[in-house]
């Protein structure tokens, strides 16, 4: 097991910009690394994606072209740097990693999870 703690999160007006920070208590070698997000009486969906490699990363439609992940493998920490944000970006964000492969990150629910920070967008 592996303990993930995000931080950044935080209140900011339309088209302001967040970032956001995972850390992973151990090394996470190998692992697919992504975000997620769940907004009040939704449910939780895929944000982004990266491998270990940092070779490949994947993002929502809904966020892609506004949103970069990334990765620092001598930190064991990723990234969400979110730009142009939007009211409907509005959610408690996850992070999470798995021994998957990056496409899986999209399909299967990943084993590890941190406890989430809040980001509001306000109009």
Do not use: H
Not at 80 to 107: F, G, Q, R
């Amino acid at each position: 097991q592996v303990q993930l703690v995000e931080s950044g999160g935080n209140l900011v007006q339309a088209g302001g910009s967040l970032n956001l920070t995972c850390a992973a208590s151990r090394s996470v070698r190998g692992y697919a690394m992504g975000w997620f997000r769940q907004a009040p009486g939704k449910e939780r969906e895929f944000v982004a994606a990266i491998s270990w490699t940092g070779g490949r990363d994947i993002y929502s439609d809904s966020v892609k072209g506004r949103f970069t992940i990334s990765r620092d493998t001598v930190k064991n920490t990723w990234y969400l740097e979110m730009n142009n944000l939007k009211p409907e970006d509005t959610a408690t964000y996850y992070c999470a990693v798995d021994s998957v492969v990056i496409s899986m990150m999209k399909t299967k629910r990943p084993s590890n999870w941190g406890q989430g920070t809040q980001v509001t967008v306000s109009a």
